[in-house]
């Protein structure tokens, strides 16, 4: 008797599922909360209800995408709300040079705030929590000063087509979001960028030593990550027509993270599950709506994500213990 | 061992004015980045009191010391807990948390005022710790359930932040409100806990152990340091810390408000990486601490001198200091490395 087959017991494979869980659980959860919702919550499959979905996870999903690339890096970015909030409050600064100009320049505000926690993490040496921190506390202040703290309607059409049109009768927010998603899949799965990226989060010193420009490649993993918040910014500043620096992105990094880290792409780097990552924002925005249905209170759908969140790390944890 | 140098006398000279200079590069950038937070706090506050008539009044020091006080405590426990290498991101929930509680439990007197709180918040902290400790789960991520379950928590029981209930005993808003030799009675609790910090941190065992276990956790397991109970101690004492921060917050303001304390917890943060303790954990002090809580409190004051500015420049200046001071620090940690 060996010890394989002490682990080929008949019945229920227990390390199997151990291994299967984090990674996929995630889609299981939805399913199941899907098949709970079609049976118990009236209207749930109501084109209007899952449009409504959509439209509100797609920001999260967003950001959630450049998070789960830094988070490959062994990293973290805690800036991405306050890049929205930047991006908001320059649209309507430059909305009167068309509206190219103005998502533009939002674009370049997020290209420097990623310049910005890039340089800080991977040349001064700063851990990324703390040189994001920085953004974070600094970049709202900055959007409010841009605002003079106040709230600006936005009138433009071809902005607020970005944010409330319809495209082949779905919305413009889940054509981008759905694009970008492929984007960054791609860039994950199929190219040099992808791989060295992963290679930085799994084994930073073997990863220099193999020649990889480590330093450029983090600069531009967290300038992604800030690009991918300001576009999340301009959407929301076009879905809800008007600008409120102080309110847009507030607490979105809480909701990114949580989505990565249910997704099953581990905190410790090395590995990104971009699909993974849609499926934890879908999820975490199913628990809510189911929630919300059911007419419980919001604050035990906080609890709720608080249990969800420990039982997906809880899951990853064991295989990364070696 | 045989003499290498046979004649000792110029080699080992020079090698002595060496080693002389080494440790002096390396004594005063481990100062600097020890009190450097106080040099700066010393330059803000002379700049204030020569800036602004009004900052010099002794009021107006009492005011910046009791609206620092809540975030004094709460970085407090924050400086533990990044001394083990941990973080907590629950303080900030934890925090209104505990204010909330402590304004309910007021109706039965003042102490059960100012327990409440401390039991509710010491249980999430015990919970963090365990997690922590026992599960090896990220401290970052075990914290970041516990912020949005605290904050769960709290909405429950205010109805979804609809219900503020009110202080109810006398005694306890006088604490808030009251003052002993022209100084709120906040900060001289504040006072006594940051000297029973300072002891525990300098001069007790589980002190030692808060730095072996952030220094290295398998050299302080060898060593026999109980590395798993340091740390679900750390985390409950940061608990501990926010209910009572809470509860010295209710008393002032008579109320347990659901609305504050949102990014409390990266300002705790904040000020414990400005006061010089290294995010790697192993280093740090309780000094630091006091002067970066200090720094903000007094940025925040200039910013309500000059009047008509936006609290947006707050903010704003708050996150430039913190880049400003961190980069600093790690070119300082650098310099020592390398002399």
Redesign the interface.
């Known amino acids: 008797m060996t010890s394989e087959s002490v682990a080929t017991r008949p019945g229920i494979d227990l390390a199997r599922i151990r291994a299967w869980l984090p990674a996929y659980g995630v889609y299981a959860a939805i399913v199941l909360l899907v098949l709970y919702n079609v049976a118990f919550t009236p209207n749930f499959l109501a084109w209007s209800n899952l449009r409504i979905q959509l439209i509100q996870v797609a920001p999260v999903v967003i950001v959630a995408l450049g998070m789960a690339l830094v988070i490959g890096t062994e990293g973290i970015d805690l800036s991405v709300g306050s890049v929205m909030a930047l991006a908001a409050a320059l649209i309507p600064l430059y909305l009167g040079y068309g509206v190219v100009a103005a998502i533009l320049i939002s674009l370049i505000a997020g290209v420097l705030v990623g310049l910005v926690n890039g340089t800080l993490v991977a040349r001064v040496g700063l851990q990324p929590i703390v040189a994001t921190l920085a953004l974070f506390v600094g970049g709202r202040g900055l959007a409010l000063v841009i605002s003079g703290g106040q709230l600006k309607d936005i009138r433009n059409d071809d902005l607020i087509f970005l944010g409330s049109g319809d495209f082949l009768g779905l919305p413009m927010l889940v054509w981008i979001a759905a694009l970008l998603v492929l984007v960054v899949a791609f860039i994950v799965r199929r190219t040099v960028f992808g791989r060295r990226l992963l290679a930085i989060g799994g084994n930073r010193p073997a990863t220099e030593l193999a020649g990889v420009p480590v330093k450029r490649v983090l600069i531009t993993v967290y300038v992604i990550c800030s690009v991918l918040a300001s576009i999340a910014g301009l959407l929301a500043v076009a879905r809800i027509q008007s600008s409120d620096a102080s309110a847009v992105g507030l607490l979105i990094e809480l909701s990114a993270i949580t989505a990565v880290v249910v997704g099953g792409t581990p905190l410790t780097g090395g590995r990104v599950r971009v699909l993974g990552t849609v499926a934890g924002a879908l999820l975490m925005q199913l628990v809510v709506a189911t929630m919300i249905k059911h007419n419980l209170p919001s604050s035990s759908t906080e609890m709720v994500q608080a249990a969800i969140i420990l039982v997906a790390v809880y899951a990853a944890r064991e295989r990364k213990s070696r | 061992m045989t003499p290498i140098v046979s004649d000792p006398e110029a080699p080992t000279a020079a090698v002595a004015a060496d080693v002389r200079r080494a440790e002096r590069t390396d004594r005063i950038v481990s100062l600097v980045q020890r009190q450097g937070a106080l040099a700066v706090l010393i330059v803000v506050v002379l700049v204030a009191a020569a800036s602004f008539p009004n900052f010099r009044s002794f009021d107006n020091a009492a005011t910046v010391l009791v609206a620092a006080a809540p975030l004094a405590l709460i970085a407090l426990g924050m400086t533990f807990v990044i001394i083990t290498g941990g973080?907590d991101l629950s303080v900030g929930s934890l925090y209104v948390l505990g204010g909330v509680v402590s304004a309910y439990a007021s109706q039965w007197g003042l102490l059960p005022a100012f327990l409440a709180p401390l039991v509710v918040c010491g249980l999430v902290g015990v919970l963090n710790g365990i997690?922590i400790a026992y599960?090896?789960?990220?401290p970052?991520?075990?914290t970041?359930?516990?912020?949005?379950?605290a904050?769960?928590?709290?909405?429950?029981i205010s109805d979804?932040g609809s219900t503020t209930y009110l202080v109810k005993s006398d005694a306890f808003r006088s604490f808030g409100t009251g003052s002993f030799l022209g100084i709120g009675y906040p900060v001289w609790l504040v006072v006594v806990v940051f000297a029973l910090g300072m002891i525990l941190l300098a001069r007790t065992r589980f002190g030692h152990a808060v730095h072996a276990v952030g220094g290295s956790e398998d050299a302080a397991a060898l060593m026999g340091i109980a590395v798993r109970r340091t740390k679900v101690w750390v985390y409950v004492m940061s608990g501990l810390l926010a209910g009572l921060a809470g509860a010295i917050n209710a008393a002032k303001l008579g109320s347990g408000v659901t609305v504050l304390g949102?990014?409390l917890e990266?300002?705790a943060?904040?000020a414990v990486?400005i006061g010089g303790t290294l995010?790697?954990g192993g280093a740090g002090t309780i000094t630091g601490t006091i002067a970066g809580v200090l720094l903000l409190g007094v940025i925040q004051n200039m910013i309500n001198q000059v009047g008509n500015v936006?609290?947006?420049?707050?903010?704003?200046?708050?996150?430039?200091f913190?880049?400003v001071v961190?980069?600093a620090q790690?070119?300082l940690a650098?310099l020592r490395r390398v002399t």
Do not use: K, W
Request: aromatic fraction near 6%; hydrophobic fraction near 55%; proline fraction near 2%.
């Open positions: 973080i997690l599960t090896r789960m990220a970052f991520i075990v970041l359930a516990a912020l949005l379950g904050r769960g928590l709290m909405r429950a979804e949102i990014g990266l300002d943060i904040a990486v995010l790697t936006p609290s947006s420049y707050q903010q704003l200046i708050s996150g430039a913190l880049a961190v980069v790690t070119y650098r």
